[in-house]
C-alpha cells in the first residue's frame, strides 16, 4: 500500500509558477500510474493531469493544457507537476493519486485512482 505526500503550495500572483511535489513511500513507485486532481469548497475533485507507470503517457485536462506539466522520478519515488501561467481559477487544493498499473495508459477520473494524499492549497492571486 503505497503513501503519499504533497507539498509545494502556496500563494502566487497571477502569470507565476509553483512547482508541486507528490513524494510516495510504502509500495513500488514505478508500478503506480499517478494523477493530479483538484478541488474547491463545493465542487468535484477534478482531473488536472496524469501519468502512466512508466512516464511514457501523459494526460492533461483542457484548463491546464500548454500550462502545466506532469512528470515523475522513479528514483525518488516522486511525481511532480509544474504550473506556469497561473490563474486565479487555478486556486483550489491540490491532490496527488496513485493506481497499481493495470495498463500502460494514463486515468482521468477520480474512481480510478485507490490512494490519495492529504492536499497542498494553492491560492492565485489577481
Known amino acids: 500500500q503505497v503513501q503519499l505526500v504533497e507539498s509545494g503550495g502556496g500563494l502566487v500572483q497571477a502569470g507565476g509558477s509553483l512547482r508541486l511535489s507528490c513524494a510516495a513511500s510504502?509500495?513500488?513507485?514505478?508500478?503506480?500510474?499517478m494523477g493530479w486532481f483538484r478541488q474547491v469548497p463545493g465542487k468535484e475533485r477534478e482531473f488536472v493531469a496524469a501519468?502512466?507507470?512508466?512516464?511514457?503517457?501523459?494526460g492533461y485536462a483542457d484548463s491546464v493544457k500548454g500550462r502545466f506539466t506532469i512528470s515523475r522520478d522513479d528514483a525518488k519515488n516522486t511525481m511532480y507537476l509544474q504550473m506556469n501561467s497561473l490563474k486565479p481559477e487555478d486556486t483550489a487544493v491540490y491532490y496527488c493519486?496513485?493506481?497499481?498499473?493495470?495498463?500502460?495508459?494514463?486515468?482521468?477520473?477520480?474512481?480510478?485512482?485507490?490512494?490519495w494524499g492529504q492536499g497542498t492549497q494553492v491560492t492565485v492571486s489577481s
Open positions: 510504502g509500495g513500488t513507485f514505478s508500478m503506480y500510474a
Open positions: 501519468i502512466s507507470w512508466s512516464g511514457s503517457s501523459t
Open positions: 493519486a496513485a493506481r497499481f498499473r493495470s495498463s500502460g495508459s494514463y486515468f482521468t477520473n477520480v474512481l480510478d485512482y485507490n490512494y
